[in-house]
């Protein structure tokens, strides 16, 4: 008489494994196209962190902050006016003040930064938000070379508020009758 054995052929183990080999390409790839989008999202939110954080800043302590943008290197940084031992900077101590240097992330690079009209695409520039709320009118694009992506960063002068615009953003001017 034959008895049953209990378990598994090894036909079906090797089906399970194609399956299970099978899945795991396509988690792979798909984790690999979100990722690049993850990157960008990360380097937006950060930079509008700092944004916000620098403008809070200026208004609580009543004082003029800077944030710096050094397009060639990605990176950027908060030049606060205290100095590193401690207490306000003396004018023209510029160089011990406390700065926060944050890069942008691998695949994202600074395209352009456009401050009160004025388009730079190389070197180091700067925005100031002063005690009362208000900072620099600047645009910051953000370029994703691996998917040509752009991404737009909006800070309105008057009130240093944020916006955020995919692709490339560029507000209207007011014309004479819009305030009629």
């Known amino acids: 008489m034959r008895t049953s054995r209990a378990g598994f052929s090894l036909?079906?183990?090797?089906?399970?494994?194609v399956i299970l080999g099978l899945?795991?390409?396509?988690?792979?790839?798909?984790?690999?196209?979100?990722?690049?989008?993850?990157?960008?999202?990360?380097?937006?939110r950060v930079l509008s962190e700092r944004i916000h954080g620098t403008r809070a800043d200026a208004i609580a302590r009543n004082l003029e902050f800077?944030?710096?943008?050094?397009i060639e290197k990605?990176?950027?940084?908060?030049?606060?006016p205290y100095a590193l031992e401690g207490g306000r900077l003396a004018v023209g101590d510029e160089e011990h003040?406390?700065?926060f240097e944050t890069p942008l992330e691998q695949s994202i690079a600074f395209h352009e930064i456009v401050?009160?009209?004025e388009v730079y695409t190389d070197g180091t520039v700067y925005v100031r938000f002063d005690p009362l709320g208000a900072a620099s009118d600047h645009r910051i694009i953000l370029y994703q070379e691996m998917f040509d992506r752009y991404f737009t960063i909006e800070v309105l002068a008057l009130t240093g508020?944020?916006?955020?615009?995919?692709?490339?953003?560029?507000?209207?001017?007011?014309?004479?009758?819009?305030?009629?």
């Open 11 to 17: 036909v079906e183990i090797l089906a399970v494994l």
């Open 161 to 180: 508020l944020v916006r955020f615009h995919d692709d490339f953003f560029e507000r209207e001017p007011p014309r004479d009758g819009d305030f009629d």
């Open 115 to 117: 401050i009160d009209g």
């Open 66 to 70: 800077r944030l710096y943008y050094d």
């Open 97 to 99: 003040a406390i700065v």
């Open 23 to 44: 899945m795991a390409g396509i988690a792979t790839v798909s984790w690999q196209a979100t990722l690049p989008r993850a990157q960008l999202n990360t380097s937006v």
């Open 74 to 80: 990605n990176r950027y940084w908060v030049e606060t």
